[in-house]
């Protein structure tokens, strides 16, 4: 009795050893604790009374900074990525050379098109009672392919090819990444140079949209490396029949150059004036201003539109137009002068050529003394056109032409002219025009653009422009909204 009393008062409770201790004092007095699942950290309780049985032998401590050391050797982790630096998109390696090629694409915003397979909500799905065929039919606003012709009697022998159903109604209204995705699927499919077996791109956001979303509508693609050019000739390329079936499918402008030096520096750029510089064709508000023939300005509109088409030569055609002008005051190019409507982005294009250092010529296959006094009011630098003979007598036209008529050989002339006067390479001129009678010019340029023109001037052109400001023929040179926005400020 006397040894129990002697005892600690402590020896016969129980108590929570080392062990039993965590960092939690919840976890200790908690009612149910999980079986076999170890404490991944002690408290610094346990960890001093561990150590008070234990001796520690004394050793230098030394701090790691990140660099390995025999004490500190580096700790290698599998992770199953790998990392490398490639250049696919810099310059070659040297004595090596690759041909890059540079897309870009606009998104065609201001003409929609229709889908094949839905009617239009623009129109009624029945049409009228009492309405004739031929007025129905051109009353449609459906592709022409769904139905050529109203007569069974000039329905073709074979159905025409359907168009193919437009993607960006599924895919967003914009340059998308399934369109993107389905370019470069498509520039996959030609073959390679010899060697080469990888297609790698980059690409680079130059127009987003006002919307909220701010979605991308001019997009520029940089293919490396481009097709074999012994199976493709990049002029082939960009009338390749895939190309255009893609155009169509997305309802974008694709415009294919070399991603070289003189893509990206012009110096000289050349315009056409009628339809290119001004909306109008300048002969045919002549012919608008002359009343007796009352069908005068309908005849010659007949013959510029047949013209520009390519179905009419243009010096004989512009002679036989002249003529039909004969007879009218001399000052009516003066009166004609606030008549004129330039095109959109046509100033703040020529702002930002001039801040550039390029040079600007309008050559035009209409009279000079309007494509002198515009050239002179938007500042560009030459101006080339027809004389008109006007009786001295009288003061009126005489529908007769002084010297050679600015027609397409006369045009690729004098941009050939201009440029060795100017020092400038080829290479780095651009011709802009809309007719037939400017295939020549835009022939002999380094970059011929179609600026929303005939379809045979759209097929043979290096470049397609179908949008309502001229200012994107900037973005062919590389230069995205923001830095264009500071050129034309």
């Known amino acids: ?137 051109s009353d449609s606003d459906l592709p022409p392919t769904m139905a050529p012709s109203s007569s069974l009697d000039t329905f073709p022998l074979e159905p025409p090819a359907a168009e193919p159903e437009p993607l960006d109604h599924l895919y967003g209204s914009y340059v998308s990444p399934m369109c993107i995705t389905s370019f470069l699927h498509l520039m996959s499919t030609f073959p390679l140079p010899a060697g080469v077996s990888d297609l790698t791109s980059a690409h680079r956001c130059l127009k987003l949209d006002a919307g909220p979303d701010n979605h991308p509508v001019v997009v520029e693609l940089t293919v490396s490396p481009a097709p074999s050019l012994d199976y493709l000739s990049l002029a082939d390329l960009r009338k390749h029949e895939l190309i255009y079936r893609f155009e169509r499918e997305w309802n974008v402008d694709v415009a294919l150059r070399k991603d070289d030096l003189w893509r990206r520096y012009p110096r000289l750029v050349v315009f056409d004036m009628d339809s290119t510089l001004i909306t109008q064709e300048v002969i045919d508000l002549l012919a608008a201003t002359i009343k007796d023939p009352p069908d005068l300005a309908a005849r010659v509109a007949d013959i510029t539109h047949r013209a520009m088409l390519g179905e009419l030569e243009f010096d004989s055609a512009f002679r036989e137009r002249v003529k039909l002008l004969a007879g009218l005051s001399g000052d009516i190019f003066h009166q004609l002068r606030p008549v004129l409507e330039v095109t959109n982005g046509v100033r703040p294009l020529l702002r930002a050529l001039k801040r550039l250092g390029v040079k600007t010529a309008v050559l035009s296959g209409g009279f000079l003394p309007l494509t002198s006094w515009l050239a002179g009011e938007l500042g560009i630098d030459y101006a080339y056109a027809n004389e008109v003979v006007i009786d001295e007598a009288t003061g009126k036209l005489t529908g007769e032409v002084k010297g050679r008529i600015v027609g397409k050989e006369r045009k690729r002339e004098l941009l050939m002219e201009i440029a060795q006067k100017e020092g400038i390479p080829l290479q780095q001129v651009v011709a802009v025009g809309d007719g037939a009678n400017d295939l020549l010019m835009m022939a002999a340029a380094g ?30 040179f590389g230069f995205s909204e923001e830095e264009i926005e500071k050129l034309t400020a």
């Open 1 to 137: 009795m006397s040894a129990e009393a002697g005892a600690s008062p402590r020896a016969g409770r129980p108590s929570m050893t080392a062990s039993m201790r965590s960092s939690s004092f919840l976890r200790e007095h908690q009612q149910y604790r999980p079986p076999h699942k170890p404490e991944n950290h002690y408290g610094i309780d346990t960890v001093v009374e561990d150590l008070q049985a234990t001796s520690v032998s004394p050793r230098e401590i030394t701090h790691f900074k990140g660099i390995p050391s025999p004490e500190n050797p580096p700790k290698i982790v599998e992770s199953g990525l790998s990392h490398e630096l490639s250049h696919p998109n810099c310059t070659s390696r040297p004595g090596a050379h690759t041909e890059r090629l540079v897309a870009t694409l606009f998104y065609k915003s201001t003409s929609p098109r229709i889908s094949n397979a839905i009617p239009s909500p623009k129109r009624s799905p029945s049409p009228q009672r009492g309405q004739s065929p031929s007025l129905r039919a």
């Open 447 to 476: 970059l011929g653009v179609a600026w929303n023109a005939k379809p045979r001037v759209q097929m043979e052109a290096s470049a397609r422009l179908n949008g309502d400001s001229l200012v994107d023929l900037l973005h062919l």
